[in-house]
């Protein structure tokens, strides 16, 4: 088993999920089989990689569809099911979905260079990041959002103001300014200054203060002191979110990885972050939450009256499904951060156990399942298209192409 046969199943995969009006979760699932959109950026990500002309024009296909399926506000929905013509924004109200589609068209023009095709995305593209702008709830310049708004759908939340969204929200306004003056446009960000200000809130030191975030250095009393506690000591990765004057200082994977792909921190601090992630990608990559909340729960991220109504896949046992389980598609991100911090060894490393977690199977191996539990069982639906793009996306980077 190489990691060119793990790329080679992954452009089939990708295949058997082009639906007919884009890429849809898994082939292999009834409620998959629809284009969740934040899924279907990752794999879009892997597709456009790829350079099959098929995966490009269905990533048209997709873009086209979110675009048409936007709110009046600009808002991109969760999940569009085209066979039906319904739409659902999530019953928490999907914020990430809007900021994904954003990087998807802004990745398809650099990747194709089809200025023309973008154009009809464009007043969607203008719309959604004016709608992210309005998610700026607390004045700092970083949006914020309610519990269950983003991949961490289900019972175990973060909220207030998140590493993952917001680095999102950066990489699409980098994507957006070059696109808005491509169009005539004056970018709705700046994404040079949001940089700057996840770096401050996320990454605490004791030289700086979140005051700064404000532009005339009113903050609530109890933030500084908690930040104050955050910046004691080697920081070694950013704090998972910011909820009032609470700063959750736990490894989220996903955001961290993020962080280091769209150039938050400098080679010096990419290269700790990695360290520090290290630990969750053994024996596969990556555990999504480090550590996993357990029963006293003090940062009050589990939604118990939720949780018990949730089907019984979806729950979150500390090991299993968004609390500290293994999501292959977050290790072929990692292992692309790795890439481009510069670290080839540990890209190719990484790499090569992801492509040992998708070939894992109960009943048949390359089952791509969607995550794998504390035991090492993988779980979920299989075909999960957004770990097969996640990987093409992740190993033309540890190539070096």
């Known amino acids: 088993m190489s990691v060119d046969e793990c790329a080679a199943r992954s452009r089939e995969l990708l295949r058997a999920c082009v639906g007919p009006r884009g890429l849809v979760a898994s082939a292999d699932f009834a409620h998959y089989g629809v284009v969740w959109a934040r899924d279907a950026a990752v794999s879009g ?44 924004f999530g019953e928490g109200g999907a914020v990430d979905p809007t900021p994904w589609f954003v990087i998807l068209a802004g990745e398809y023009v650099d990747r194709t260079g089809d200025v023309g095709t973008a154009e009809r995305w464009w007043s969607t593209i203008d719309a959604g990041m ?23 759908d289900a019972a175990l939340t973060r909220s207030g103001r998140t590493l993952h969204l917001n680095v999102l929200y950066c990489w699409a306004a980098r994507h957006a300014a070059r696109l808005a003056r491509t ?13 700057r200000r996840i770096d401050l809130l996320f990454w605490p030191t004791p030289d700086r203060s979140p005051a700064e975030l404000h532009d005339r250095g009113f903050i609530h009393g109890a933030l500084p002191v908690a930040y104050w506690e955050a910046a004691q000591g080697d920081r070694r990765h950013f704090v998972s979110h910011v909820v009032h004057a609470a ?24 290269i700790r972050v990695l360290d520090a992630l290290d630990e969750l990608a053994v024996p596969y990559p990556t555990r999504s939450l480090d550590p996993p909340v357990r029963g006293a729960d003090p940062d009050a991220m589990w939604i118990r009256s939720a949780e018990h109504v949730i089907p019984e896949r979806w729950r979150n ?28 060894g540990r890209a190719r490393v990484l790499l090569g156990r992801v ?23 993988p779980r979920g639906a299989t075909g999960q298209a957004w770990n097969a793009g996640a990987f093409l996306f992740a190993w033309e980077r540890v190539r070096g192409r």
Do not use: K
């Not at 098929?54 to 569809?65: I, R």
């Not at 004016?130 to 961490?152: K, N």
């Not at 996903?254 to 990419?270: F, M, Q, S, T, W």
């Open 317 to 344: 046992l500390p090991g299993r499904y968004h609390n500290g389980a293994v999501w292959p598609y977050i290790g072929a991100l990692h292992a692309a951060a790795a890439a481009a911090a510069g670290d080839e």
């Open 247 to 270: 700063i959750v200082d736990r490894l989220d994977a996903l955001a961290n990885v993020l962080a280091i792909l769209v150039g938050i921190v400098d080679a010096d601090r990419a």
């Open 45 to 88: 990500l892997g597709a456009l990689a790829s350079g099959d002309e098929e995966l490009v024009a269905a990533v048209v296909d997709t873009l086209d569809l979110l675009a048409e399926t936007a709110s009046p506000h600009g808002q991109i929905p969760a999940v569009v099911d085209a066979r039906r013509g319904t739409r659902d």
């Open 130 to 152: 004016a709608w992210m702008a309005c998610q700026d709830v607390t004045g700092s310049g970083l949006v914020s959002a309610a519990p269950s708004t983003d991949w961490m």
């Open 183 to 195: 169009f005539g446009a004056r970018p709705r960000v700046d994404p040079d200054d949001l940089r």
């Open 355 to 377: 492509a040992q977690a998708n070939r894992l199977g109960e009943d048949a191996p390359w089952g791509f399942h969607e995550w794998i539990d504390v035991e090492a069982r």
